[in-house]
């Protein structure tokens, strides 16, 4: 399996990532593995945006549905 080595990362930034492991009942590099896997299976907005665009309806909802999905979506909060 490959590794990765990342330098220079700031003091404040390693001091959150370990208390977020801590808090988390992992190690750092536990933590970080789970983190990148995450990041690696999350579509980034230009791949969401690429999906989107070759979709045969290009995105586009009746303003009917998209007024209706809104509104489902304020009467849930």
């Known amino acids: 399996m490959p590794n990765v080595l990342i330098r220079d990362v700031p003091e404040d930034v390693h001091a959150e990532l370990v208390h ?24 980034t907005l230009q791949q969401v ?19 209706a999905i809104i509104r489902s979506h304020r009467d849930a909060s």
């Open 49 to 67: 945006l690429a999906r989107i665009e070759a979709d045969p309806a290009g995105g586009r909802v009746p303003l009917s549905d998209a007024v």
């Open 20 to 43: 977020r492991a801590s808090n988390a009942g992992q190690s750092l590099q536990h933590y970080l593995k789970t983190e990148l896997e995450r990041l690696a299976r999350t579509p």
